[in-house]
């Protein structure tokens, strides 16, 4: 028996942040190529995961990335 359902219906509503995303949902979000994202993630500046076959990318870790970059285009 359920003690809180009007919470877990509450709590199944609630959108998700994504935090790791596919080549192309990175592709999107940056404007960058698949090739100058996997450049990076190889280099190890961005954060990524293989998952079986698929690899994922850390979001927070690309736009951390992009917000560096930026600030060095200021900068220069």
């Known amino acids: 028996m359920q003690e809180h359902p009007e919470k877990e219906e509450a709590l199944l ?3 998700v942040q994504q935090e790791w995303v596919s080549y192309p949902e990175a592709e999107r ?5 698949h090739t100058t994202l996997w450049r990076y993630v190889t ?14 990318i850390h979001l927070p870790s690309l736009a951390r990335f992009m917000e560096e970059k930026a600030g060095e285009t200021v900068a220069s």
């Open 13 to 15: 509503k609630e959108p």
């Open 43 to 56: 280099s190890g500046e961005i954060k990524a995961a293989r998952v079986g076959r698929s690899v994922r």
């Open 29 to 33: 979000y940056s404007g960058l190529s």
